[in-house]
């Protein structure tokens, strides 16, 4: 009963250094998302899946990759790390975007200094 | 998809009912209307969905108008647990649909 995994929990990264973040949900869901969280904030949707081998931006993607090889993981990559990307990454899962919850990781709190 | 608007903030007392309400004006025919809790420090986990008129679960229910330009998420008896942030969402089937938050309300629950 895993749900939806993130790796890692907590990460530090200097400025301009390159990180992948994993996402892996045991649901054999069809959908699955990357949001970004600043303090006091809501959810922003960087990137998003609709099913394997598919990716599409969302609100926020600028600065940010993602790949969805296979259908239960999804990766978000930072090429070159800003400060401006300091936050919480949340990833979800769901089986569609409408009528079924979605699941959510414990997030990835990422700081760059 | 529909934009939502919904409070900031509310305060409320142990035991005491809240109701929040969120408009979606531009809601569409095949949207629904979905409420998820964000406690501190955790994702968001799914309260409630409905399409018209009342849905009542465990947790909550929903209530939603005949023209559905509005829904109001009720929460009977509130704990000091009850504090969390809750996000109004119109989702559909319709299209390959994301699922974007807004801010959300802050609930704070008081002894």
Redesign the interface.
């Given at each position: 009963n895993a749900g939806v995994t993130q790796t890692p929990k907590f990460r530090v990264l200097k400025t301009g250094q390159s990180m992948t973040l994993l996402c892996a949900q045991d649901m054999n869901h069809e959908y699955m998302y990357w949001y970004r969280q600043d303090p006091g904030m809501g959810l922003r949707l960087i990137h998003y899946s609709v099913g394997e081998g598919t990716t599409a931006k969302g609100e926020v993607p600028d600065g940010y990759n993602v790949s969805r090889l296979k259908k239960q993981n999804f990766l978000l990559g930072l090429e070159s790390a800003a400060p401006s990307q300091t936050s919480v990454y949340f990833c979800a899962s769901s089986y569609s975007p409408g009528r079924t919850e979605a699941f959510f990781g414990q997030g990835t709190r990422l700081t760059v200094v | 998809l529909a934009k939502t608007t919904q409070p900031i903030s509310m305060d409320s007392y142990e035991g005491q009912e809240v109701n929040i309400t969120c408009s979606h004006n531009n809601i569409a025919t095949?949207?629904?209307i979905?409420w998820?809790q964000q406690f501190p420090?955790?994702?968001?986990?799914?309260i409630i969905?409905g399409y018209k008129t009342k849905v009542t679960n465990e947790v909550a229910s929903l209530f939603i108008p005949a023209d559905r330009k509005s829904s109001t998420l009720s929460l009977p008896r509130v704990s000091l647990s009850d504090t969390a942030?809750y996000?109004c969402l119109v989702?559909?089937?319709?299209g390959?649909?994301?699922?974007?938050?807004?801010?959300?309300t802050r609930l704070q629950v008081q002894p």
């Open positions: - | 095949n949207d629904y979905t998820y420090s955790q994702g968001p986990r799914f969905q942030v996000y989702v559909t089937d319709t390959r649909r994301a699922l974007t938050f807004g801010s959300g």
